[in-house]
């Protein structure tokens, strides 16, 4: 168990519509990161945050925008879903957001019908 | 856009055995790392490797660095079935830890 928890586990939903996903981090680490894998696509960074505040930006879709709360517990809005954003989303979270190793989460298994 | 290519794609290998998986990368770097992931469950990190270290042992782990070629290897000693999994590696270049993978090698270790 790395100690960071996402919310939910399996999510379903149409193409159009809107979801939310969400992070818990380890306790004590301030910067957390959002990943996207697909088979296509591969792993992909999406976002970072440190602190609440936004850090760096990698391949995230206009329609994704991300935050995290002052409690340093994050979510991934993810809008007008299309079919190709199925994929697995990932939630990492490190001390620091440098030259260390990140810890992972178990994943949100998002599929868009 | 993937920054570390990973070779082989997918490598079969009997329990006991060592297993190599090579990795090449584009850019210049701050670290690389070195991620486990068991069938489309979280990564687990393994090893990190500096840009100025050449080698670095953990347990049954080693890898290796070599940023002239632009590459690293990591090899597990004596595997067992439980080291199934696919292996990723990860470059750092800003030292934001905002990684870039590469699309990861398939080990399959067999009884």
């Known amino acids: 168990d790395s100690g960071v928890t996402q919310t939910p586990k399996h999510l379903i939903t149409a193409t159009g519509q809107r979801v939310t996903l969400r992070c818990s981090p380890r306790s004590g680490d301030l910067s957390v990161y959002w990943y996207q894998q697909s088979l296509d696509q591969g792993l992909q960074f999406l976002i970072q945050y440190y602190n609440g505040e936004e850090r760096a930006k990698g391949n995230i879709l206009e329609r994704f925008s991300a935050q995290q709360f002052p409690d340093l517990h994050s979510e991934l809005n993810l809008s007008s879903l299309e079919l190709g954003d199925s994929a697995l989303y990932f939630c990492?979270?490190?001390?620091?957001?440098?030259?260390?190793?990140?810890?992972f989460g178990q994943g949100t298994r998002l599929t868009v019908v | 856009s993937q920054q570390g290519e990973e070779d082989p794609q997918a490598l079969s290998i009997q329990e006991g055995e060592n297993a190599t998986m090579n990795c090449s990368y584009k850019?210049?770097?701050?670290?690389l790392q070195w991620y486990r992931q068991n069938s489309g469950r979280g990564l687990v990190h393994l090893i990190l490797?500096?840009?100025?270290?050449r080698e670095k042992h953990s347990g049954r782990l080693r890898v290796t660095l070599d940023t002239s070629k632009k590459s690293s290897s990591l090899l597990i000693t004596a595997s067992r079935a439980a080291d199934t999994a696919s292996y990723f590696c990860?470059?750092?270049?800003?030292?934001?830890?905002?990684?870039?993978f590469g699309k990861g090698t398939m080990l399959l270790v067999s009884p």
């Open positions: 990492a979270s490190s001390v620091t957001p440098g030259d260390t190793e990140a810890f």
């Open positions: 490797i500096r840009s100025n270290e």
């Open positions: 990860a470059t750092d270049p800003k030292g934001y830890s905002t990684l870039t």
């Open positions: 850019t210049s770097i701050n670290n």
